[in-house]
């Protein structure tokens, strides 16, 4: 694991200083002997959720602890939920279940247990808040000797220096030691929380309001990872274009900063940005998204193509609202990739309404689509209205499904010669290894360990629905030798093909973003 001795000094002053009490029930028949366990990390859910086992994985490893894929050998579970659908809470629930029949002991994070504390499923059970993640050593330590202890409080940090007047903060310090699921991508929180309250969202109920990283802070863990050998960062949060909003400043002013110290072999992606906060900022977004170290690929949500239901979801925009943030974005950056997600079924949606979405997919024809059904999450205001019928939720889910079935978006490229940053093995095939091009578009390319976490020049053979596939031409253009860093991960062939989730492959059917 990467880590710097004076990071490790913050952290060590930091866990010296905590000031809050935490309640242990103590079990004093347990054995402990610290940092002589296995853990087993285990993420659900989007890429914020990643970063956070990412980083919980490095504490632990940091502190001597083995972290192992194998569940059965494992002394410890850490099980790092996402509350955002019904069916990855059950998947969560059912882990917690196998871990008690094994005999495991079991750490419980993520937006599940932040979200619903009081459920008593995890009643007894050691739980690590979501902006807590940098105190799970001291977690798994106390759940190691048979104690129980929760951690659920929100960091605070002064608005001004010399005040005592707080405000909420981003979360854990962002240069803390951390294992990646892919040694070449770095995902980075700018932000956690959000400035909406749709009435179906589960995780407003864990990540809370908008709490931003300073600037300096998140420029300072961009130049980190490089110099660790990254070549594609993610930005992410709840809501990228939040950001900065409750701390004066704003998400072109941060992107534009990275942008300055980002060297040419690096790419930038940004992650999921509601409309209501990028229509502001589009001219300059459009500027970023066209730079060449930024991927010309924006993930914004429309959800439901009716006004009506948009107000009832209280989404805070309309359709033409966000028709004007992808007919301008698509029309100011050169092949610009859109992606959205739809909601089906939600309670107030009508038939009526629907035909309104389904006629937003066929005409946008988005190259990626997250379509989901809609799921009543406990303690959310669509929670108490009457559902639509199953039978017809699911017929509107295949109907979208369909449509975006119907259209490709990639046939064009066929013959084009494309700059593509490899990065992951293709875990179904072999022979080949998987990059992005400009327009973030996932390009298969020969099999070739030396180009992994670099570009290649290619020239696009052929085009599925999926993905384009293509063949090296002689002019490669000479980059800096890539980095060695055997500390952030070990480069087997399992582990960068079971990375990060790809934005580039679209979901369908019960999937999120």
Known sequence: VSFHI???NQLKKLRLNQKKQIKIETDPNQPFLPGQASIYVKTWGCSHNISDGEYMAGLLAKQGYQITEDMTEADVWLLNSCTVKNPSQDVFVNHIKDAKSQNKKVVLAGCVTQADSKNSQWKGMSVVGVQQIDRVVEVV????KGNSVVILDQKKVATEEGTKKKRKAGGAELNLPKIRKNQ????????????????????????????SYPIE???????????????????????????????????????????????DHVMLR???????????????????LSH???????????????????????????????????????SNVNNMTIATDIICGFPTETPEDFEKTLDLIQRKKFPMVHISQFYPRP????????????????????????????????????????????????????????????????????????????????????????????ELTSNQKKYPKRIENPSLLKSSKKSLSSSIPSSSSTLSSSSSS
């Not at 700018?190 to 909406?196: Q, R």
């Not at 940004?270 to 970023?288: C, D, Q, R």
Request: hydrophobic share 35%.
């Open 217 to 263: 802070d998140i420029v300072e863990r961009v130049k980190t990872v490089i110099n660790e050998g990254v070549v594609e960062i993610w930005l992410t949060s709840e809501d990228t274009g939040t950001y900065g909003r409750d701390i004066g400043t704003d998400l072109p002013t941060l992107l534009w900063s990275i942008l300055k110290v980002l060297p």
């Open 379 to 470: 303690g959310t205001p669509a929670a108490r209205l009457p559902r639509v019928p199953t039978e017809e939720v699911k017929r509107r889910s295949r109907a979208i499904t369909s449509a975006f079935d119907s259209y490709r978006t990639y046939d064009h490229r066929v013959g084009e010669e494309l700059s593509v940053l490899v990065t992951e093995l293709n875990p179904d095939d072999s022979n080949t290894m998987v990059g992005h091009a400009k327009s973030y578009e996932k390009v298969l390319v020969p099999y070739n360990d030396e180009y992994l976490g670099r570009f290649v020049n290619v020239k696009i053979v052929s085009a599925t629905k999926w993905h384009l596939v293509g």
């Open 292 to 330: 060449p170290r930024v991927y010309a690929f924006l993930h914004v949500p429309v959800q439901a193509a009716s006004d009506r239901v948009l107000q009832d979801m209280k989404r805070k925009y309309n359709l033409e609202e966000f028709e004007r943030v992808v007919d301008f974005l698509r």
């Open 270 to 288: 940004l992650g999921m940005t509601n409309p209501p906060y990028i229509l502001e900022h589009l001219s300059e977004m459009a500027k970023v």
């Open 6 to 8: 004076k990071q490790l």
């Open 141 to 144: 330590e106390e759940t190691l």
């Open 184 to 211: 070449f991508v770095e995902i980075i929180p700018i932000n956690t929380g959000c400035l909406n309250q749709c009435t179906y969202c589960k995780t407003k109920f864990a990540r809370g309001d908008l709490g």
